[in-house]
């Protein structure tokens, strides 16, 4: 089992639309939780992070977090033709200082 | 304020050849994080130092690769000799990690990606 694991896709939804993007883990020690987005050819920057359980919302973009059921999401509401890029999910893992990404999922938002 | 900086930008090389990828962090940040990524395993710890000491290097594939961080502003990675299964392209990141300061903040630990490296290996 992979430590952090999202559907490959690609998730295609139309433009205005809300884009659900999720994410589940395994170690259920994981404290902190973060959204990269990738740009075909670019590197990972961050959207969000979020620590507590619940919704932490930022302009159009809401991060869920369910320690209980190991399962963090991104909403992204209004989606725009910008928004089309891969959304990596990473965990901040007990005891370590490093990152584990997931494989990422891939958003096609259709004007 | 300048962010992460990595050279070569691209480098194409034949297999058996050295190869040395540089990283500059964000000043200030005590921790550096090199990391590989591939269409078939997304993106891979290899290794991180916390103030310049590796801390876990257990992504390393083989002997083959090494990593130095000499001082906080400078890190390589190198691959001795490469090998077509190789090609990747090799991210360092950089953080600050510790505990909040005394005016308060938040601390995220948040990673900051340089643009990569891009290595083909012949």
């Known amino acids: 089992q992979k430590e952090v694991e999202q559907n490959s896709g690609p998730l295609s939804v139309p433009e205005g639309a809300i884009a659900s993007l999720n994410c589940t883990y395994s170690d259920r020690g994981s404290q902190s939780f973060f959204w990269y987005r990738q740009y075909s050819g670019k590197s990972p920057e961050l959207i969000m992070f979020?620590?507590?359980?619940g919704d932490k919302e930022d302009g159009r973009f809401t991060a869920q977090l369910n320690k209980a059921s190991q399962y963090v999401s991104l909403l992204i509401r209004d989606s725009q033709p910008s928004d089309s890029a891969t959304y990596l999910c990473?965990?901040?893992?007990?005891?370590?200082?490093?990152?584990?990404f997931g494989s990422g999922t891939r958003l096609q938002v259709q004007p | 304020d300048a962010g992460v900086i990595q050279s070569p930008r691209h480098e194409v090389t034949e297999m058996g050849q050295e190869v040395t990828l540089r990283c500059k962090p964000i000043?200030?940040?005590?921790?550096l994080f090199w990391y590989r990524q591939t269409m078939m395993r997304g993106l891979e710890l290899l290794i991180y130092f916390n103030n310049n000491v590796p801390i876990d290097d257990s992504g390393m594939p083989e002997d083959r690769f090494s990593a130095k961080m000499p001082n906080a502003s400078f890190s390589t990675l190198k691959i001795q000799p490469s090998e077509p299964r190789d090609s990747a392209v090799y991210f360092c990141?950089?953080?600050?990690?510790?505990?909040?300061?005394?005016?308060?903040?938040?601390?995220?630990?948040?990673?900051?990606f340089g643009e990569g490296s891009r290595l083909t290996v012949l």
């Open positions: 000043s200030g940040h005590n921790s």
């Open positions: 990141a950089s953080s600050f990690q510790g505990l909040p300061g005394l005016a308060g903040g938040i601390y995220t630990g948040e990673l900051f």
């Open positions: 990473a965990v901040r893992n007990t005891g370590r200082r490093a990152l584990t």
């Open positions: 979020i620590y507590s359980n």
